[in-house]
């Protein structure tokens, strides 16, 4: 069993930051997971945002968010953050962990989900 929690999500003005965190427990989390970030803006699909090879050696970004956010893990702790700079009102979205054995842009590649944490950027 996997559980994946988010936090630190809430409300912030355009052009503010967040850092949102990911905390993986369960008998069955593997420190060998790629880990990603997923988002879901009211009326839309769900979708990639970025995502983290298991040992932290590689990271993707969707293009509306590179220079802006910044994946990091922390295998002693099993967390996964997403640091979100510069952000935009077209940032708002629940915002989704989610583990797997590929760091792939695709959703099917990733068995593990957490419930989602709201981010809202006000104009």
Same mark, same amino acid.
């Given at each position: 069993?996997?559980?994946?929690?988010?936090?630190g999500?809430? /409300?912030?003005?355009?052009g503010?930051? /967040?850092? /949102?965190?990911?905390?993986?427990?369960?008998?069955?989390?593997?420190?060998?997971?790629?880990?990603?970030?997923?988002?879901?803006?009211p009326?839309?699909?769900?979708?990639?945002?970025?995502?983290?090879?298991?040992?932290?050696?590689?990271?993707?970004?969707?293009?509306?968010?590179?220079?802006?956010?910044t994946?990091s893990?922390d295998?002693?702790?099993?967390?996964?953050?997403?640091?979100?700079?510069?952000?935009k009102?077209?940032?708002?979205?629940?915002y989704?962990?989610?583990?797997?054995?590929?760091?792939?842009?695709?959703?099917?590649?990733?068995?593990?989900?957490?419930?989602?944490?709201?981010?809202?950027?006000?104009?």
């Amino acid at each position: 069993q996997v559980q994946l929690v988010e936090s630190g999500g809430g /409300l912030v003005q355009a052009g503010g930051s /967040l850092r /949102l965190s990911c905390a993986a427990s369960g008998s069955g989390f593997s420190r060998y997971f790629d880990m990603a970030w997923f988002r879901q803006a009211p009326g839309r699909e769900r979708e990639y945002v970025a995502s983290i090879t298991w040992n932290g050696g590689r990271t993707y970004y969707t293009d509306s968010v590179k220079g802006r956010f910044t994946i990091s893990k922390d295998n002693d702790k099993n967390t996964v953050d997403l640091q979100m700079t510069s952000l935009k009102v077209e940032d708002t979205a629940v915002y989704y962990c989610a583990a797997g054995g590929s760091p792939s842009s695709s959703q099917d590649q990733y068995r593990h989900w957490g419930q989602g944490t709201q981010v809202t950027v006000s104009s």
